[in-house]
């Protein structure tokens, strides 16, 4: 069964605006990852939060993660058109097996 | 330090044919994953090499598809005979032992007409 789950599926924004985008999952983990990929890259690793952490920072962004509801976000605050790229979540299981989601589509219009 | 490269980036075939797909991982990770991408879909998971050994194929979807990573450094995965539904870009991905973090390779993007 399908794992993380993202929410919105596409967004775009203006440059200097926030963007949030959720990541709803099913079963338990170990941790979560946000990962970007830019078009015809790979995914490139953003930051990671445990299941025992409820919020963590890099840079300009925050992810935030609720074991109870299942779902975690991220937030990219004042976007700047290189932020345009798709988002994923991966959920790891204690077994560290990876599920990732579809992954929403962000487009920062300069 | 060099990054995860696969090859061949693209590769176009026929239904029926056979294509070998190579991933070198980041130099002294012993764990080496591949995944899938379907258009339109999510990254599914195919397998886990902890040097050379599976230690996970739970997610290769039937017996067309074969992996290996003969010495434990690069590996290939081998689709034959290849079918419509196996289009897609394949991701191959490396992490050191003891880390969660994977570093992913750019992707092949295979076409099957």
């Known amino acids: 069964s399908q794992q993380g789950e993202e929410d919105p599926q596409a967004l775009s924004i203006q440059e200097g605006e926030n963007a949030t985008m959720n990541c709803s999952y099913k079963?338990?983990?170990?941790?979560l990852q946000w990962y970007r990929q830019n078009s015809g890259r790979g995914l490139v690793h953003l930051i990671l939060?445990?299941?025992?952490?409820r919020e963590k920072h890099s840079g300009r962004l925050r992810v935030t993660l609720d074991t109870s509801k299942k779902s975690s976000s991220l937030l990219i605050t004042a976007s700047r058109a290189a932020d345009t790229a798709s988002y994923f979540c991966?959920?790891?299981?204690?077994?560290?097996?990876?599920?990732f989601g579809t992954g929403t589509s962000l487009t920062v219009i300069p | 330090e060099a990054g995860v490269t696969q090859f061949p980036s693209h590769s176009v075939i026929e239904k029926g044919q056979t294509v070998t797909l190579r991933c070198d991982p980041i130099?002294?990770?012993?764990?080496l994953y591949w995944y899938r991408r379907v258009m339109g879909k999510e990254i599914k998971f195919l397998l886990h090499?902890?040097?050379?050994?599976?230690?996970?194929e739970s997610g290769m979807p039937n017996n067309r598809f074969l992996a290996e990573r003969t010495g434990g450094t690069y590996s290939t995965l081998k689709v034959q005979p290849a079918e419509l539904e196996d289009s897609g870009v394949y991701f191959c991905?490396?992490?050191?032992?003891?880390?969660?973090?994977?570093?992913f390779g750019p992707g092949t993007r295979l076409t099957v007409l």
């Open positions: 079963t338990s983990i170990n941790n």
């Open positions: 991966a959920t790891v299981s204690w077994g560290n097996q990876f599920y």
């Open positions: 130099s002294g990770h012993d764990n």
């Open positions: 090499f902890v040097k050379e050994s599976k230690q996970d």
């Open positions: 991905a490396s992490s050191q032992s003891g880390h969660a973090e994977q570093f």
């Open positions: 939060i445990r299941s025992n952490e």
